[in-house]
């Protein structure tokens, strides 16, 4: 399972805003080079097509899945202390297909319309 902990406004190549869920996965044990023991988790973020509201509504919600580790291209990092380092890899969001799920439909009307269609609502697996 992974915590739906916060969310974060982007903005897409084609210059349009939507909003992106920030993602925290399991405690973890961790021993830093010093030697010194402490407490993690990872972090992955994923893109919505919410409002900001609802993206809001979901903080504290739990995901059915896990965040694994998976190779990228380089690039810089600054730790909590300050000190740049550069990393290849990143923490990404993979579902569980095989856990059972709720459903909960989410209102059109809270979303945003980029078409003049008749909107339809949203299904999203989420489980409480």
Request: charged share 20%; glycine share 4%.
């Amino acid at each position: 399972m992974v915590t739906i902990v916060g969310y974060k406004e982007c903005i897409s190549s084609e210059n349009k805003l939507f909003y992106s869920l920030q993602l925290q996965g399991d405690v973890t044990i961790a021993t830093s080079e010093s030697g010194n023991v402490y407490l993690t988790a990872n972090k992955a973020s994923i893109m919505t097509s919410f409002t900001e509201e609802y993206c809001v509504s979901l903080i504290g919600k739990q995901l059915p899945g896990h965040l694994e580790k998976v190779p990228c291209e380089e690039y810089e990092y600054i730790t909590s202390s300050g000190e740049k380092i550069t990393l290849d890899y990143r923490y990404q969001f993979f579902a569980d297909e095989d856990t059972t799920q709720s459903q909960i439909s989410i209102p059109v009307a809270k979303q945003k319309q980029t078409t003049s269609n008749i909107p339809k609502p949203i299904v999203v697996d989420i489980k409480e």
